[in-house]
C-alpha cells in the first residue's frame, strides 16, 4: 500500500476557474495579478493497487487535464488550502467512490483534496497576506502544509461526562454554566432543568442538557413565537384604535377556534388557518400526526398514452426554509444546506421534490471589502458564495429552480437572509400514516454522522456579533446532494413507502429530535449510528444535523423487505432502536444511557416566556412615493430607475441556476423570443410517471422590506396581497392558493417596542388572509437578526401556492404590436395607506377572466421600479416597444399588486386605467417623449 500526491491543472482555453479566481481578486482587491494557476491536490492513502487507473480515469481527463506527481514550487509565490477536519469534502467522497469501482482488488482507501493557487513573482508579502485572507474562510478551510503527506487523525472527544454538582448549584452559578457552555437556552429554563433533576433526584449528563438545548431552541420549538403575550398598549392616534380594533378581532377569533391557547405570535400566525377550517372553507387540508410541511389534497388530471382520462387524487406538499446564520458565515455551504433543508422536509412526508425558487436578502454586493464591518465576509463573498453553493445542490440533486430573486438593503449586512421555498408532491395511495406501537423499527438512512452541523440549532436562535465568524465553525455544514438525491428516488418507490408508518428529517438537532419527535417513548443504540470518521463521542452522535438522512418508523415485520428497498438504491439503511411503550426519550452509548429524559418533561419546552408589548405610531410619510426619482428628463429618470439595485436584471444570478430539469417547467426564467422579460412565479407540472397531465403548480412570494421598516402592518398586508397578485398575473386563481410565512427579525430580548414590529406584522397578514379568504398553513420563523447594534429589515415574506391548468398560464413579454395595455390599478388611500379589499378581489377576478378568455395575453405585477419598470422588462422579451398617451400616468411611485396588463382588444373595468399600446418598434414613447430601450 501507498501514500501519493497528485496535481491536477487544467490546460489552457480550459482553466475557466483560474480565470475566475484571477478576475475576482483583482476586482476586488486591487492587485495586478497576472497568469494565476489553480491546482487540484490530490493526497491519497491505501493505495494498493490500479495507480495509472486512477490517474487517468478518476483524476483527470486527458484532452482538458495535466497531472503529475511533483510539482516544482521553488522560489513562487504560492499558498495551498484545504477543509478543515471533519468538514465534508464531496470531491474527496466521489474519488472515493470512483476508485471502489475502477479497482480490480478491494481497497479501502482514503483521499484528501486541497487547492494550490500560485500567483505572479512580482506579488509582494503583502498582498500575498491580502489575497490569503480574502481567500481562506477560517470556518472551512485553513493554509496546507505541502511538505506533509500524512492524513491528520481525527482528535476523540472525551467521555460523556455527568454534572456532579448541578441540581446544588445556586443561582449565579446557573447562570455562569449557561454562558459558559453557550447555551440557547434562558436562564429560566435552566433553572427549570435543574428543579426537574432536584425533583427526580439525580445530575444530568453533557449529553441532556445539549439535547434539551436543542429541543427547546427557538429554531426547533419556536419559542419566541410561544412565547406568551400578557398586555399590549397601544398609541391613542388613528392608527393606535385601528390596531387595538384589529387586535380585538383577534381576541374574538381566539375565543371561537383557539380559546385554550396563550395569546402569542404562534397562535395570531395560525389563527386564520383554524378559523377557515371551521367556517368549511379550507377543506383540502391534510391534517396528520406529521407536520413536516404544508401540506394539501389536489385533484391531478391524468391521460394515459391511449387517451384515456381520469382524475387521481394527489398530495401537493411546500415548505420554506431558511439557513442565515450558517450563509452568514460559510455562504456555499450554509446556502447548498439551506435547499437540502426545504427539501428534506417534505420529501419526509414521503413526496417528491420537484420545484424551488430562492429568495435572498443581501447588503449591497458592489461595495469594497475596505467597507466591510469588523467580523463578517464581504457582501459580494456571501452573495456569490450562497448563490454558488444553493444552485451547486440544486442543479446536483435535479430539481427545477425558475424563480430566484434577491433583495438589497442594508440591514442585510447584520444578518444575511437566504430562503429556500420547495414543492412536492406524491400521490395519495403512495403515503400512509400511521401510529407507532411498541417493537417497531427505527432505521436511519443516508449520510454518515460527522461533527459538522453539531449546533445548528442552537446557533440559529443566537443573534452574532464580531466573534461569530471564529466559534461557529461547527455549526455549518457541507451538503451532499447526491445521497439525498437516492434517498428521493427510494421514495418515489410507492412499495417502499407503503412500509413506511411514520418518517422524520433530521435537520436540527440530529437523532434527538429526529428520532425524538417520531414517538413517545423510543429507545437508540448510538454506537449503531454509521459515522464518517472514529472520535465522535455520544453528544456529537446525538446532536448533529444533517441534509441527507431520514429516520423511519417500520413495523418489525417489514423491517428486513425496506431494508432491501434501501440497498437498491445503494442507500445505506441502520436499525438504530425501536419503540418503546414507556414515554421516554433514551439513547444509549457504550452500554449506557446518556439520555434518559420523560416525554413530559420534554414536551413542556422549557419555561414559557412572558412579554409586554407597546406599540408606536409608523412615520407619518408616504413610503409608496418615496421610490420616485428626481432626474430632469424622463430618459434620464427611466435610465436611474432601472440601474437600481432592486430593479436591474438580475438574470446573471438566475442563469446560474437549472432551471428546466424534470421537464415540467411551463414558464421559463425569463420570456420571449429573447429570453429577456423575467417572470414572477415558478410554474411547472405535477411530477406524473408514466401519463401525461395538464396540472401544475404555481409558486411565487411578495415582500418589500422599505414597507416593513416604514410599518410591518401594512409590509405584511402588502407580502399577502403581492404574493396573491403574481399569480393573479400569470393566471393561478388566488382562490385556490394556499400561503406560507417566512418571519425574520431582529433579536427581540424584553424590548416592549421591538415585540411590536412581528406582533403588528401578524396583524396586517392576519387582515389579508380574513379579507381574501386564504390561509397560511405554515411558516418558519427565525427571529436572531441583529449583528452587534445593527439588525436586518422586519421581515414577512410571504409565499403562495396553487394549482392550475397549463392552459390558463401567461407570460411577462409582450406579444404583439398594436395590442392594448392596461394599468389595473390597486388605489391606496392616502390617509391610511391601505386599500379597498374588495376592489382588489375585483380586479384579480377581471384579470382572471380575461386570461381565461385569451383576451390578456400577458401581465406583470408593478413592484420596486413602478410602471416604468413594468414596461421596459415586458418588451424585453420580444424587442417590442410601447406608446404611452396619458398625460395622468404615475411612472415610478410602487403600486403594490396593481397590475400592467397586455389586451388583444379593448376591455371596460372601472380600475383598468388605459395607457396605450405596443409598439413593433423596440423603443418606448411616452406622451411624445422618447425612451431608448437599447440603453435600458
Known sequence: MSDLRFFVEKKKGFDLDAKRLEKQLREELGIDIKDLRLINCYDIFNLSAD?????????????????????????????????????F?????????????????????????????????EITDEELNR???????????????????????????????????????NDAEIEKMRTDLGLSMSFEDLKFVQDHYKEIGRNPTETEIKVLDTYWSDHCRHTTFETKINKVTFPNSEFGKQMEKEFNEYLKLKEDVSKKRAVSLMDMATIVAKYLKKEGKLDNLEVSEENNACSVYVDVEVEDFEGKKSIEKWLLMFKNETHNH??????????????????????????????????????????????????????????????????????????????????????????????????????????????????????????KTGRDGCGGATGSSKEHNDKSLLLCGAEVQKGNAPEERKIQRLFRNAEATKLIKKCNDFGAGGVSVAIGELADGVEVNLDLVPVKYDGLNGTELAISESQERMAVIVSKEDTEKFLKFVDEENLLGTVVGYVTDKNRLTLNWKGKAIVDISRDFLNTNGVQQNIDIEVRD???????????????????????????LNVASQKGLVEMFDSSVGAGTILAPFGGK??????????????????????????????????????????????????????????????????????????????????????????????????????????????????????????????????????????????????????????????????????LKENFEFVLKNIKDKKIVSAMVIKMGGLAEALSKMSFGNRLGFEINNKDVDLFSLKPASILIETTEELSHKNAIYLGEVSDKFEGKVNGENINLENV
Open 51 to 87: 495507480k495509472e487507473n486512477v490517474k487517468k480515469m478518476i483524476l483527470s481527463e486527458p484532452v482538458t487535464d495535466s497531472i503529475t506527481e511533483e510539482l516544482d514550487l521553488k522560489g513562487k509565490k504560492y499558498f495551498a488550502v484545504e477543509f478543515l477536519p471533519g468538514q
Open 89 to 121: 469534502d464531496q470531491r474527496a467522497d466521489s474519488a472515493i467512490q470512483c476508485i471502489d469501482i475502477v479497482s480490480t482488488v478491494k481497497q479501502n482507501v482514503d483521499v484528501l483534496t486541497s487547492k494550490i493557487i500560485i500567483l505572479n513573482d
Open 131 to 169: 489575497i490569503k485572507k480574502f481567500y481562506i474562510n477560517p470556518i472551512e478551510m485553513r493554509e496546507k502544509d505541502l511538505s506533509v503527506l500524512k492524513k491528520e487523525e481525527i482528535l476523540f472527544n472525551s467521555e460523556v461526562i455527568t454534572y456532579d454538582n448541578f441540581t446544588s448549584l
Open 326 to 447: 450558517p450563509t452568514e458565515i460559510e455562504p456555499f455551504g450554509g446556502a447548498s444546506t439551506c435547499l437540502g433543508g426545504a427539501i428534506r422536509d417534505p420529501l419526509s412526508g414521503r413526496a417528491y421534490v420537484y420545484q424551488a425558487i430562492r429568495v435572498t436578502g443581501s447588503g449591497n454586493p458592489l461595495e469594497t471589502v475596505e467597507e466591510t464591518l469588523k467580523g463578517k465576509l464581504p457582501q459580494k463573498k456571501i452573495t456569490t458564495g450562497a448563490a454558488s453553493g444553493y444552485a451547486s445542490y440544486g442543479n446536483q440533486i435535479g430539481i427545477a429552480t425558475s424563480l430566484v430573486s434577491e433583495i438589497y438593503h442594508d440591514g442585510y449586512k447584520a444578518k444575511r437572509m437566504e430562503v429556500g421555498a420547495v414543492v412536492a408532491a406524491a400521490p395519495v395511495e403512495n403515503v400512509v400514516r400511521k401510529s407507532p406501537v411498541p417493537t417497531d423499527s427505527i432505521i436511519i438512512i443516508g449520510g
Open 618 to 644: 409608523y412615520e407619518n410619510e408616504n413610503v409608496f412615493e418615496k421610490f420616485k426619482t428626481s432626474d430632469s428628463s424622463l430618459e434620464k429618470k427611466w435610465l436611474h430607475n432601472i440601474k437600481k
Open 674 to 839: 429573447y429570453q429577456m422579460s423575467p417572470t414572477d412565479v415558478s410554474i411547472m407540472k405535477f411530477p406524473v410517471l408514466d401519463k401525461n397531465t395538464d396540472t401544475a403548480s404555481g409558486i411565487t412570494w411578495g415582500f418589500n422590506p422599505y414597507i416593513s421598516e416604514w410599518s410591518t402592518y401594512h409590509g405584511a398586508i402588502y407580502a399577502v396581497v403581492e404574493s396573491l397578485a403574481k399569480l393573479v398575473a400569470a393566471g393561478v386563481d388566488y382562490k385556490t392558493a394556499r400561503l406560507s410565512f417566512q418571519e425574520y427579525f431582529e433579536k427581540l430580548g424584553k424590548d416592549a417596542y421591538k415585540w411590536s414590529k412581528p406582533f403588528l406584522a401578524l396583524l396586517g397578514a392576519m387582515k389579508a388572509q380574513k379579507d381574501f379568504d386564504v390561509a397560511a398553513i405554515g411558516g418558519k420563523d427565525s427571529m436572531s437578526g441583529t449583528f452587534n447594534d445593527i439588525s436586518v429589515p422586519p421581515t414577512l415574506i410571504s409565499f403562495a401556492v396553487s394549482p392550475v391548468n397549463v392552459h390558463d398560464v401567461i407570460s411577462t413579454e409582450f406579444k404583439k404590436a398594436k395590442n392594448k395595455l392596461y394599468l389595473v390599478e390597486n388605489k391606496i388611500d392616502e390617509k391610511d395607506f391601505l386599500f379597498n379589499s374588495e376592489e
